[in-house]
C-alpha cells in the first residue's frame, strides 16, 4: 500500500510545493496549485503565481508581476527525471511537459508492479459509507438501488486509494411499524416460530394488509402500540419475533447484492438504540436540547423547525438515531471521513443533524474543504414518460426483476449474436450477467448524480454511445488485438519497451494516468468523472489504433503493451464501477 507513487499530478505538485517554498519563502503553507493543462503548451500547469501577487504585493519584492513570479516559480523546480521542459503563458501559468520516456516507464513500471502502484494518496484513511440502507418490511426501491450502485462505487474507488472503508447498510428496523406487524405475526401465523419465515413470503404484502388493520380496528391498534413498548423494553418473544421479520427482509435485499456484487455490512437502526440516552443526555448537559411543545429540540439557527431528538411520546426518531450513529462513528470507530448516500429528498435532515453535531464541538465549525461529513444526494429514477420509475401495472419495481430483466435482455442479443453456439451455457450466462448488471450500474453511475435520471433498457443496453455494453466491447477488442497477436503478453511484459514514438501514443499513455480522475471522483464524490474518463479513454484508443498499426509493425511489442495497459486501466476502471469486464464478445 504504501509503496505507490501517487498520481502523476501529485508528483507533479510536490515539485512545485519545493519551488513555491524558495521562490515565497514567508508563506511556508502555500499549497501547490496544479491542473492538468487543457491547452497544447504541457501537460500540467501551476496557477499559484497570481495569488502569490496578491499576496507579496505591496510588499519590498524582487517580483514585477504574476508572470516574474511564475518565471521564479519555474527556475526554483527542482532537477527531476518527471520535467522535459518548462515555460510560462500568460500571467505566470508555469506549463510542464513530461518526458515521453518518463510516461512509458511509468507504465512499464505499472504493468510490472500492478495498478495499486498508481493509487492516489488521500489525506484520510478510515472512512464511513453509509449506503442503500432499505428499510425493513418497506420496498426496496429504486432509490436504495441507486444509492447502493453508487455507494458501493464511492467505497470502491476509496478502497482503491488504500483508505479503509467501513461499509454500512443502515437499514431501518427500528420503526414503530414493528407493533403492528408483530402482532399481526402472531394473528395469521400462531405457528410462526416454525414456520413463520415461509408462511409470510411477501413482506411487503404483508406490511399492507397489518396496516389495513391497524388503521380500520383501534383493538389491535392499541396491541400493536403496546407491542412496540415490549418489543423496546427487551421482551424476549417480542424479540424473536422482530429477528424473524427482519429476516424475511434481509434475504430479500441479499438477493439484490449478490446479483450486483455489492459487500455491505449492516448496522442498522436498533444497533445504535442503546446508544442514544447517553448520547442525548451529553447534549443536554450541554445546554443544546430543549423542551419544545411536549418533545425535546435542538434549535438550528436559520431553520424553520427545530430538530426534534425525542418525541412528545417519548420515542426516538431517526434524527436521534443518525445522530447517535455519528458520535458512533466518530468516538468508537474512529472515522475521519463519513459519507452518506440518499436521495436529495432528505436533504435537510443531513443538514440540520451535520449543524447539530458542529453545535456540540463534534465536527469543526468550519469543514469546507475538507469535511468530515458529506451527504452524497441524488435525484429521481424516472420511467420513460419522465414520470417517477413505475410498472406497467404502476406498481413499484421488484429490483430483483429489473436486474433480471436486464440479463435477459442482453442474453436474448448474445444468443441473436450467434454466441451460444460459440461458447459454453456457463459462458453465456456469465457474459449476459456481467453486460446487463453492468448496465444498469453505468447507466445510473454516468449522469452526475444530481440531476434525475431516466430508465430506459433500450439505451443502457445499446452497444453505441456511452454505454458500458459499447465500453465491454471496446475492451474485448482490445483482448483480441492481444489474443491474435499470438505473442505471450506477461513474457513482453518482463522483455519489451514502451517507446511513444507516435503523437497518438503519447496522448493515448498519458491518459492512462487515471488515478488522478480517481483523486477527483473521491473528493467531489462524482463516480460520473470517472465514467466519462473510461468512455474518453476508449476514444483515445480507437484514435491511436487507426493511427498506428500494431500487430506485424516494427513497434509491435511496445504497442501490444500499449494495448495491454489500456485494457488494464479500463478493467480498473470497471472494477471501480463494480462492472465485471468481459474479454471477448
Ligand atoms: N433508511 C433510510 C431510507 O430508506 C436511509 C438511511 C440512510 N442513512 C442514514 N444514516 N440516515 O430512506
Known amino acids: 500500500a504504501e509503496d505507490n507513487d501517487g498520481t502523476v499530478k501529485q508528483q507533479i505538485a510536490k515539485l512545485f510545493e519545493t519551488s513555491l517554498r524558495i521562490t515565497i519563502p514567508d508563506e511556508p503553507s502555500l499549497e501547490p496549485l496544479v491542473v492538468k493543462c487543457t491547452g497544447k503548451f504541457g501537460d500540467y500547469q501551476c496557477n499559484n503565481a497570481m495569488s502569490c501577487w496578491a499576496k507579496v504585493k505591496g510588499k519590498k519584492t524582487e517580483f514585477k508581476g504574476p508572470p516574474s513570479i511564475g518565471q521564479a516559480i519555474a527556475n526554483n523546480l527542482p532537477e527531476s527525471e518527471m520535467i522535459e521542459s518548462c515555460s510560462i ?11 515521453n520516456k518518463w510516461i512509458a516507464k511509468s507504465i512499464q513500471k505499472m504493468l510490472e508492479k500492478g495498478i495499486g502502484i498508481w493509487a492516489p494518496r488521500l489525506r484520510v484513511s478510515r472512512a464511513v459509507v453509509d449506503f442503500s440502507s432499505p428499510n425493513i418490511a418497506k420496498e426496496m426501491h429504486v432509490g436504495h438501488l441507486r444509492s447502493t450502485i ?26 414503530t411499524q414493528f407493533g403492528m406487524l408483530i402482532e399481526y405475526m402472531f394473528e395469521k401465523f400462531p405457528d410462526w416460530e416454525n414456520a413463520g419465515e415461509q408462511a409470510i413470503g411477501d413482506l411487503q404484502a404483508f406490511y399492507k394488509a397489518s396496516k389495513l388493520k391497524f388503521d380500520a380496528d383501534p383493538v389491535f391498534k392499541e396491541k400493536a402500540q403496546q407491542a412496540v413498548v415490549l418489543l423496546q423494553g427487551g421482551n424476549e418473544k417480542y424479540r424473536k419475533a422482530w429477528s424473524t421479520i427482519c429476516e424475511i427482509s434481509r434475504r430479500e435485499f441479499h438477493q439484490v447484492y449478490e446479483r450486483l456484487g455489492v459487500s455491505l455490512e449492516e448496522k442498522g437502526e436498533s444497533f445504535y438504540n442503546p446508544y442514544i440516552p447517553k448520547v442525548l443526555e451529553g447534549l443536554t448537559n450541554q445546554g443544546l436540547i430543549v423542551e419544545s411543545e411536549g418533545a425535546r429540540v435542538i434549535v438550528i439557527e436559520g431553520k424553520q423547525i427545530p430538530l426534534i431528538v425525542v418525541k412528545s411520546d417519548g420515542g426516538y426518531n431517526y434524527a436521534s438515531t443518525d445522530l447517535t450513529a455519528l458520535w458512533y462513528r466518530l468516538n468508537e470507530e474512529k472515522a ?60 413499484v419495481v421488484r429490483l430483483v426483476d429489473l436486474l433480471d430483466e436486464a440479463k435477459t435482455r442482453c442474453k436474448a442479443e448474445l444468443v441473436e449474436r450467434g454466441k451460444s453456439l460459440e461458447w459454453t451455457a456457463e459462458e453465456l450466462e456469465q457474459n449476459a450477467e456481467a453486460i446487463g448488471y453492468g448496465a444498469v450500474k453505468y447507466a445510473d453511475l454516468k449522469n452526475n448524480r444530481s440531476t434525475n435520471y431516466t430508465f430506459s433498457f433500450d439505451q443502457m443496453l445499446n452497444d453505441k454511445g456511452n454505454t ?31 517507446v511513444l514514438g507516435h503523437a497518438e501514443e503519447r496522448t493515448l499513455g498519458l491518459h492512462l494516468q487515471f ?52 485494457a488494464v486501466v479500463m478493467r480498473q476502471c470497471f472494477h471501480l464501477l463494480g462492472i465485471v469486464p468481459v474479454y471477448k464478445i
Request: glycine fraction near 6%.
Open 89 to 99: 503563458a500568460g500571467p505566470g501559468f508555469v506549463n510542464v511537459v513530461l518526458p
Open 150 to 175: 453508487i455507494g458501493d462505487t464511492i467505497a470502491r474507488m476509496l478502497e482503491y486509494s488504500n483508505v479503509e472503508v467501513l461499509r454500512r447498510n443502515h437499514v431501518g428496523d427500528w420503526g
Open 336 to 395: 475521519e471521513w463519513i459519507i452518506y448516500v440518499t436521495d436529495v429528498g432528505q436533504k435537510l435532515h443531513f443538514d440540520m443533524f451535520f449543524t447539530a453535531a458542529k453545535l456540540a464541538g463534534w465536527l469543526p465549525a468550519d469543514e469546507n474543504l475538507y469535511p468530515k461529513t458529506s451527504h452524497v444526494d441524488f435525484g429521481l429514477v424516472l420511467g420513460d414518460d419522465k414520470k417517477r420509475f413505475r410498472t406497467r401495472s404502476s406498481e
Open 468 to 498: 458500458a455494453v459499447y465500453l465491454q466491447y471496446a475492451h474485448a477488442r482490445i483482448c483480441s488485438i492481444i489474443r491474435k497477436s499470438g505473442k505471450d503478453i506477461e513474457e513482453l511484459k518482463k522483455t519489451g519497451t514502451i
Open 515 to 566: 488515478a488522478e480522475v480517481v483523486e477527483e471522483a473521491c473528493m467531489n464524490l462524482l463516480p460520473n468523472v470517472l465514467c466519462e474518463y473510461l468512455y474518453n479513454l476508449s476514444e483515445h484508443f480507437t484514435r491511436f489504433y487507426s493511427e498506428c498499426k500494431v500487430v506485424g509493425s516494427p513497434e509491435e511489442t511496445s504497442r501490444l503493451l500499449l494495448c495491454e495497459a489500456t
